[in-house]
T-cell receptor, first 115, second 109 residues
Framework: NAGVTQTPKFRILKIGQSMTLQCAQD?????MYWYRQDPGMGLKLIYYSVGAGITDKGEVPNGYNVSRSTTEDFPLRLELAAPSQTSVYFC??????????????FGSGTRLTVV | GQQVMQIPQYQHVQEGEDFTTYCNSSTTLSNIQWYKQRPGGHPVFLIQ???SGEVKKQKRLTFQFGEAKKNSSLHITATQTTDVGTYFCAGYSNYQLIWGAGTKLIIKP
């Protein structure tokens, strides 16, 4: 099993550009999440989804958008990139949000620099 | 808002010494999860504790959940270079998973 696959692994954007970070999971998890991690810091939740067609804001949603048209895919859209969005972005999935058992499975991350 | 405080932020140890990181929550937690993130890597799930006073072991790692379900600890005995990384706790409360800021384990050369 591939688990959670994120693309691209690295990206440099110019201020004002837009891009979509892709995330796909093959574990049939209902719950999917986008986190950002700034250097030396913890994880901040951007958006999450409890199933296809259902998304909700996390702690730091401004400047981002998401969609969930299938169980497998959960893309994150950055509109009008700003230097403050320079970060490492992790997608994760789980059986449930509380997930008693196997925890969250994370992708390998997208390292984004906005210049 | 709800918080999970994790201390220390960094810990430098000689190889072979023990390491401990602590998490304290402002609210009672349904469960607590522990993750390890290697330098340049992504968080990897280690374990989940659910019961009050629970203690679980994974080889040299010992995890504890407090009696009041508001605190937890991870203890590593006789650290090895493979233990290097950042250890995060994440507590579930009121329909959200609240992450600690992590403790970075550094092995002194």
């Amino acid at each position: 099993n591939a688990g959670v696959t994120q693309t691209p692994k690295f990206r440099i954007l110019k201020i004002g550009q837009s891009m979509t970070l892709q995330c796909a999971q093959d574990m049939n998890h209902n719950y999917m999440y986008w986190y950002r991690q700034d250097p030396g810091m913890g994880l901040k939740l951007i958006y999450y989804s409890v199933g296809a067609g259902i998304t909700d804001k996390g702690e730091v949603p401004n400047g981002y958008n998401v969609s969930r048209s299938t169980t497998e895919d959960f893309p994150l859209r950055l509109e009008l990139a700003a230097p403050s969005q320079t970060s490492v972005y992790f997608c994760a999935s789980s059986y449930s949000m509380r997930d008693v058992g196997n925890g969250y499975t994370f992708g390998s991350g997208t390292r984004l620099t906005v210049v | 808002g709800q918080q999970v405080m994790q201390i220390p932020q960094y810990q430098h140890v000689q190889e072979g010494e023990d390491f401990t990181t602590y998490c304290n929550s402002s609210t009672t937690l349904s469960n607590i999860q522990w993750y390890k993130q290697r330098p340049g890597g992504h968080p990897v799930f280690l374990i989940q504790l659910v019961k009050s006073g629970e203690v679980k072991k994974q080889k040299r790692l010992t995890f504890q959940f407090g009696e009041a379900k508001k605190n937890s600890s991870l203890h590593i005995t006789a650290t090895q270079t493979t233990d290097v990384g950042t250890y995060f706790c994440a507590g579930y409360s009121n329909y959200q998973l609240i992450w600690g800021a992590g403790t970075k384990l550094i092995i002194k050369p």
